[in-house]
């Protein structure tokens, strides 16, 4: 996010004019710090406007006209030089693993469905804007193909996954997942004030310090 701005710049990239122009009136409804300042509907149209703009979030969807072919994860790695300043979060009606780990693979943070809900999806930008991953549920655990080890490598990390509790082990897998804080206390019976204290205590004994380190360890481990 730029330096003491109180705002998150989005740039959005989609090919249906309707559909960007949902998400920034939903946007613009439920989430006022967050600002639209531009828009984009193919793959060439979407890298200018990344390296013009250089918004904090890039909404885009992964299946896009123009470049060579590669869709959204083509824009992706067109930018890959601005991934520390500009973050990507695909917006789709695609849930397929080919897509997800492709994107995901070329440096996207997260991957959300289009059936998510405006309030969810103001809280999936906030949450990639600020370095962490989103995902919607269940399609996180498509990054193993991505992020994927060996047998041998599972067991010397065993003593990590030992360190949790049961029950932090329960929260893990389900924030790793992309699942926020409600739908985990909803799925477990809790409150979100103790499932914050959970991912904190889990954040603290595996030493990481994101959502998005989180969702990559347990994927490199199989644990989703």
């Known amino acids: 996010m730029t330096e003491n701005a109180t705002t998150t710049r989005v740039l959005l990239v989609d090919d249906h004019a309707l559909v960007r122009s949902g998400v920034r009136t939903e946007l613009t409804r439920h989430a006022p710090d967050l600002e639209v300042v531009g828009e984009a509907d193919d793959v060439d149209g979407a890298v200018a406007a990344v390296h013009a703009l250089r918004p904090d979030v890039v909404l885009l969807d992964v299946h896009l006209p123009g470049g060579s072919g590669g869709g959204g994860a083509e824009v992706v790695a067109a930018c890959a030089g601005m991934l520390?300043?500009?973050?990507?979060?695909?917006?789709?009606?695609?849930?397929?693993?080919?897509?997800?780990?492709?994107?995901?693979?070329?440096?996207?943070?997260?991957?959300?469905?289009?059936?998510?809900?405006?309030?969810?999806?103001?809280?999936?930008?906030?949450?990639?804007?600020?370095?962490?991953?989103?995902?919607?549920?269940?399609?996180?655990?498509?990054?193993?193909?991505?992020?994927?080890?060996?047998?041998?490598?599972?067991?010397?990390?065993?003593?990590e996954l030992d360190r949790l509790s049961a029950r932090e082990r329960?929260?893990?897998?389900?924030?790793?997942?992309?699942?926020?804080?409600?739908?985990?206390?909803?799925?477990?019976?809790?409150?979100?004030?103790?499932?914050?204290?959970?991912?904190?205590?889990?954040?603290?004994?595996?030493?990481l310090s994101s959502r998005h380190e989180l969702t990559r360890w347990a994927a490199a481990r199989r644990l989703l």
């Open 84 to 159: 520390d300043r500009t973050r990507f979060l695909a917006l789709s009606v695609s849930d397929s693993s080919e897509d997800v780990v492709a994107v995901i693979r070329a440096g996207a943070r997260g991957y959300v469905t289009k059936a998510i809900t405006a309030d969810d999806l103001a809280q999936a930008v906030r949450r990639v804007a600020a370095g962490d991953a989103a995902f919607s549920p269940r399609l996180a655990g498509f990054v193993l193909d991505a992020f994927g080890t060996g047998a041998t490598d599972l067991a010397v990390h065993d003593d």
């Open 170 to 207: 329960e929260v893990m897998r389900l924030i790793a997942r992309g699942y926020t804080y409600k739908e985990v206390a909803a799925e477990l019976f809790i409150s979100i004030k103790t499932v914050e204290t959970h991912v904190s205590a889990v954040l603290r004994k595996l030493q």
